[in-house]
């Protein structure tokens, strides 16, 4: 059965930091894209992030490009998010999700930007 | 960055009917387009890839077609899990982009 599961979310003051975790089992975790989708308290879905298969590419929404940095360790089938810099509008459930079209997502970990 | 805009916003459908959502790209995105159901406190859960392709475990209810800037998403016969709201998103262009859900609701 595939899983994924976050970690790291909680409460940070802006201009603090925080890394995400995404735990994954089931699968080959090293034969896939994954990706980071954030969506607002209430409102709709935003993607975040991207990193191949092997870690070699990364893309980034402009939003967090140079404040927030994907990686990945597919010797411990783990993927991270590194959040710098945070923001109130940075305040969001972070999902995890795998593959091109999303195939399996996590359950999300908030994420609370405020002072 | 491809805007995608879903319509209607909310839909009120009874048990047992058809429900259309509509999707459309504001540049061509090909057949690179899924659809995601998310119901309250949950994740979203991929329904349809490659625009028309049924993920695993999917009902046939559930079919989605178009191309190019056009896409449905049609459920059949409604069943009471089906209320939710549904998002479209496009992987053809980066940033990857998601409309802004259509809420589909009992009637």
């Known amino acids: 059965e595939v899983q994924l599961v976050e970690s790291g979310g909680g409460l940070v003051q802006p201009g603090g930091s925080l890394r995400l975790s995404c735990a994954a089992s089931g699968f080959t975790f090293s034969d896939y894209w994954m990706h980071w989708v954030r969506q607002d308290p209430g409102r709709g879905l935003v993607w975040v992030s991207h990193?191949?298969?092997?870690?070699?590419?990364?893309t980034y929404a402009d939003s967090v490009k140079g404040r927030f940095t994907i990686s990945r360790d597919n010797a411990k089938n783990t993927l991270f998010l590194q959040m710098n810099s945070l923001r109130a509008e940075d305040t969001a459930v972070y999902y995890c999700?795998?593959?091109?079209?999303?195939?399996?997502w996590g359950q999300g970990t908030l994420v609370t930007v405020s002072s | 960055e491809v805007v995608m805009t879903q319509s209607p916003a909310t839909l009120s459908v009874s048990p047992g009917e058809r429900a259309t959502l509509s999707c459309r790209a504001s540049?061509?995105?090909?057949?690179?387009l899924a659809w995601y159901q998310q119901k309250p406190g949950q994740a979203p859960r991929l329904l349809i890839y490659g625009a028309s392709t049924r993920a695993t475990g999917i009902p046939a209810r559930f079919s989605g077609s178009g191309s190019g800037t056009e896409f449905t998403l049609t459920i059949s016969s409604l069943q009471s899990e089906d209320f939710a709201v549904y998002y479209c998103?496009?992987?053809?262009?980066?940033?990857?982009?998601f409309g802004q859900g259509t809420k589909l609701e009992i009637k």
């Open positions: 990193i191949n298969s092997d870690g070699s590419t990364t």
């Open positions: 540049q061509s995105v090909t057949s690179s």
């Open positions: 998103q496009q992987y053809n262009n980066w940033p990857y982009t």
């Open positions: 999700a795998r593959d091109v079209w999303f195939d399996y």
